[in-house]
């Protein structure tokens, strides 16, 4: 699993980007999802979430986390095999269909990108009596379960969200 952090303001302290990594990693352990894929994570200003939350989701405020999720993967590597000569020896085609099979298997798939307010994540620690690498690995699992499809619109999807959000940071080592 590929995990970029971007941190251009360079919020994270020593060995807060390994835990957004590792955080992350037994999430998706917890999930059983298949090795092969990636997200973005990125660490910002109130300021920036709060342009973020107002351009796509209308609400001009800053917010915690925000969850961008790919719907579709798309490769460079695709190959339109109706172009190819007729006339080619069906071997040829063979080698270019498993060469194309064998470099998708190597693209990992990309979820899409989570955004973490930094400033936020220090008040919401503080307002929770709880560390501040408690909460970043809150809002780092959080903004992961929504790359996955979790949600918490209704009060049965909220409570599987939370649910599975306290099982893997509380395996992890981080309690309230």
């Known amino acids: 699993m590929l ?18 990594h590792e955080v992350i990693e ?15 994570l990125s660490i910002v200003s109130n300021e920036e979430i709060q342009a973020l939350n107002r351009d796509y989701r209308g609400l001009d405020k800053p917010t915690d986390v925000l969850s961008f999720a790919l719907t579709e993967v798309s490769s460079e590597y ?22 194309e099979f064998e470099e998708e298997e190597a693209i ?3 979820l899409g990108d989570i955004i973490i307010s ?27 379960l929504h790359l996955n499809g979790y949600d918490h619109q209704t009060e049965e999807e909220a409570q599987e969200m939370f649910r ?13």
Not at 78 to 99: G, N, P, R, S, Y
């Open 118 to 144: 930094y400033p936020r994540a220090q008040e919401q620690a503080q307002d929770y009596g709880h560390s501040l690498d408690r909460e970043l690995a809150f809002l780092a699992v959080h903004g992961f």
């Open 164 to 176: 599975i959000q306290e099982e893997v940071l509380t395996t992890y080592g981080l309690t309230r």
């Open 78 to 99: 695709d190959v339109d095999f109706a172009h190819l000569d007729l006339a080619e020896e069906a071997e040829e085609t063979e080698d270019l269909e498993e060469t």
């Open 108 to 110: 990992p798939q990309h």
């Open 26 to 40: 037994a999430a998706a352990k917890y999930l059983k999802l298949p090795g092969g894929i990636e997200l973005d």
């Open 3 to 20: 995990v970029d952090i971007i941190d251009d303001q360079a919020y994270l302290a020593a060995g807060q980007e390994k835990l957004l």
